[in-house]
T-cell receptor
């Protein structure tokens, strides 16, 4: 298995532009998580899905952020319009488990997408 | 609120010497605890996992961690550091509906 695959690995864009980050889950995994990592705030959970259904999106910063799972193996995180404070590394992770995070789930992380908004 | 506290933001050791990265968790009936490692410009990789089986957990790359309920600790250790161990290490607690990450400890290894 190729693991969790994220694209793009790096993106530089200008304020106001739309950004779309993509994630392919590990085959057979049914939970998908989006995290954001910054120096100031560390790792923050943005949203997670179980069986394609969003379970907890309380970490999504604001309406500019949206995440979807159009199918069981793929997810997108969209920022529209982007702002300089959105600059961060965005990680996608997947796991196999029921009902979201049971507390014992092992997450497999992608390599991250580094976003810079000028 | 349930939490994990990594006591050191930065630890520096010499190659070949022991590594100790400290983590304390807030009290809970039965925590699930993990250590993840993040090498520069890479994603997080699971080192080891505790889920109330053996209190001494062995992980990859020679790392191990001991769950001590009396001290609410889950410190990560390795007998002899290698240059390739230089990375950031995260103590993580599993909790219903979320994983709670510590702030991370950056490990530097000097030749």
């Amino acid at each position: 298995d190729a693991g969790v695959i994220q694209s793009p690995r790096h993106e530089v864009t200008e304020m106001g532009q739309e950004v779309t980050l993509r994630c392919k889950l590990i085959s057979g995994h049914n939970s998908l998580f989006w995290y954001r990592q910054t120096m100031m705030r560390g790792l923050e959970l943005l949203i997670y899905f179980n069986n394609n259904v969003p379970i907890d999106d309380s970490g999504m910063p604001e309406d500019r952020f949206s995440a979807k799972m159009p199918n069981a193996s793929f997810s997108t995180l969209k920022i529209q319009p982007s702002e300089p404070r959105d600059s961060a590394v965005y990680f996608c992770a997947s796991s196999f488990g029921g009902g979201g995070l049971s507390g014992a789930n092992v997450l497999t992380f992608g390599a991250g997408s580094r976003l810079t908004v000028l | 609120a349930q939490s994990v506290t990594q006591l050191d933001s930065h630890v520096s050791v010499s190659e070949g010497t022991p590594v100790l990265l400290r983590c304390n968790y807030s009290s809970s009936y039965s925590p699930s605890l993990f250590w993840y490692v993040q090498h520069p410009n890479k994603g997080l990789q699971l080192l080891l996992k505790y889920t109330s089986a053996a209190t001494l957990v062995k992980g990859i790359n020679g790392f191990e961690a001991e769950f001590k309920k009396s001290e609410t600790s889950f410190h990560l250790t390795k007998p002899s550091a290698h240059m390739s161990d230089a990375a950031e290490y995260f103590c993580v607690r599993g909790s219903q509906g979320n994983l709670i990450f510590g702030k991370g400890t950056k490990l530097s290894v000097k030749p």
